[in-house]
């Protein structure tokens, strides 16, 4: 009896040390959990271009890669692009469990036409499953394969633009386009739809900077949905503009009602604070508030609001010019230069400051060098600014009508006196504001090139 029962049991272990690892390894080699395949970013790969770069990523749990390939799939014919096998995995599955596939898609090379297509990606794994062929995944995308690129039909004529100073482009696309505007002398200015009945046609305004003179580049640019871009110049005729010099003395009294405003640290041991302070908030605070600037012009109106010339502060007399390049003296010592990128406009103290234009009122409050400031967005791109105002009961997103008053004239900021700093810019360009206050350079440079867009469109 007891030799019978041991041996039942020897039996019972032996089929179990056998057959529970075999079991096992059945199991975990008949995996059936499927491999992952996706794009890194779908969204983008809508449409390709003459050459897209695309990433993949693949990843198996359980046995791991097998193979990986992918193919575009045009009028029933496959095209691959990539095939690729990984090491076989062990008998535990040692193998590859993740990749991240890079690859480059040029149509025209591999012989694939224009037009719908689909994008397809196939990833296999190690399972035993299927006869050993394992797990398979699969996904496509429909995409567009479009190389062509965007046709720029230039609308508007001859352009005379002055150095820092703003002109307009009128344009048609063949195509809809991603990005498309003008660049000039490096600077993107984009293109807006929606004015003209033909929704291809664009206006673009757009600007030098004071500092860039006849030879500058300014041409217009598209790129489509797939990435085909195009440039296109158009005749365009810089003029030269010289700014004046400018001298500022920097006095104790001056220093002392004007610095106590800023919060800016100065060394410790500095032998004149007031003085370091100064320079300090004319060079490093001015950056800080143009580069705020930038993020506040970022999302103009989508439409034109303004009408006919900007109006200026009444009864104002010119302090400074735009461009002014301005040499701060200290006890006859030069300290700090920087270019003034507006006028200043002297009235009576506290005088009532008219809006330059119908806008939207897109900043309000303390703004570092400029004090109190309003900014009005009035579309396409095209903004007035208004600085060291006493006073403005103005609110963000408030539609002025031109000649609205939109605060008082002050000090506030860095200014000596009473007065009003006003600058026009074009996106983040600071322009000369006495162009946009000038009616017959609204309608020569302006006006008469959208009037001129308009009758060769037909205006539908
Ligand atoms: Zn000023």
Redesign the pocket.
Same mark, same amino acid.
């Given at each position: 009896m007891k030799g019978k029962i041991n041996l039942k049991v020897i039996l019972i272990v032996l089929f179990g040390l056998a057959v529970i690892p075999a079991l096992w390894i059945l199991v975990f080699n008949l995996e059936g959990e499927k491999p992952v395949i996706e794009f890194e970013s779908p969204t983008q790969i809508l449409s390709i271009g003459a050459s897209k770069d695309i990433t993949v990523l693949a990843s198996d749990q359980k046995k791991g890669l097998h193979k990986v390939k992918i193919e575009i799939v045009k009028d029933g014919k496959e095209n691959v692009l990539i095939e690729k096998e990984y090491p076989k995995a062990g008998f535990f599955g040692a193998g590859v469990h993740k990749d991240t596939i890079k690859i480059t898609i040029e149509p025209s090379k591999l012989g694939i036409s224009e037009g719908k297509s689909l994008l397809r990606l196939s990833v296999w794994d190690y399972s035993w499953r299927r006869w050993w062929n394992g797990n398979i995944t699969t996904i496509e995308k429909e995409i567009n394969i479009d190389t062509k690129r965007p046709e720029i039909d230039v609308i508007s004529g001859t352009q005379y633009v002055n150095q820092g100073g703003a002109g307009v482009e009128i344009y048609k696309l063949s195509e809809p386009c991603v990005k498309n505007g003008v660049y000039a002398g490096g600077n993107f200015f984009p293109g807006y739809s929606g004015y003209f009945p033909d929704k291809n046609i664009y206006i673009c305004f757009y600007a030098l900077e004071y500092d860039k003179g006849p030879g500058t580049e300014i041409y217009a640019f598209a790129v489509d949905e797939a990435g085909n871009s195009s440039k296109r110049g158009f005749n365009v005729s810089i003029k030269e503009k010289k700014f004046k010099e400018d001298s500022i003395n920097i006095s104790d009294s001056f220093l002392n009602a004007v610095m106590p405003q800023f919060d800016m640290t100065v060394d410790k041991n500095s032998t004149n604070p007031l003085l370091d302070k100064y320079i300090k908030v004319n060079r490093e605070l001015r950056v800080a508030n143009h580069n705020k600037l930038k993020e506040l012009v970022q999302n103009p109106e989508k439409e034109i609001l303004w009408q006919g010339a900007f109006i200026s502060f009444p009864n104002a007399a010119n302090? %400074?010019s735009f461009a002014d390049h301005r040499n701060y003296n200290y006890q006859g010592k030069l300290v700090d230069s920087q270019t =003034?990128? /507006?006028?200043?406009l002297a009235s009576l103290a506290g005088a009532p400051i008219p809006a330059a234009n119908k806008g939207k009122i897109a900043y309000v409050g303390d703004f570092g060098i400029y004090g109190k400031m309003v900014l009005i967005d009035h579309g396409f791109g095209i903004f007035s600014l208004y /600085? =060291?105002m006493s006073s403005s009961d103005v609110t963000v997103g408030q539609i002025v009508e031109k000649n609205y008053t939109i605060g008082r004239s002050g000090k506030t900021g860095l %200014?000596a006196g009473d =007065?009003l =700093?006003?600058?026009m810019l074009v996106d983040n360009v600071f322009v000369n504001p006495l162009e946009w206050l000038d009616a017959s350079w609204i309608v020569n440079n302006i006006t008469s090139k959208i009037n001129d867009a308009k009758s060769v469109s037909g205006s539908k």
């Open positions: 302090k %400074a =003034h990128l /507006g006028i200043d /600085g =060291h %200014a =007065h =700093h006003f600058s």
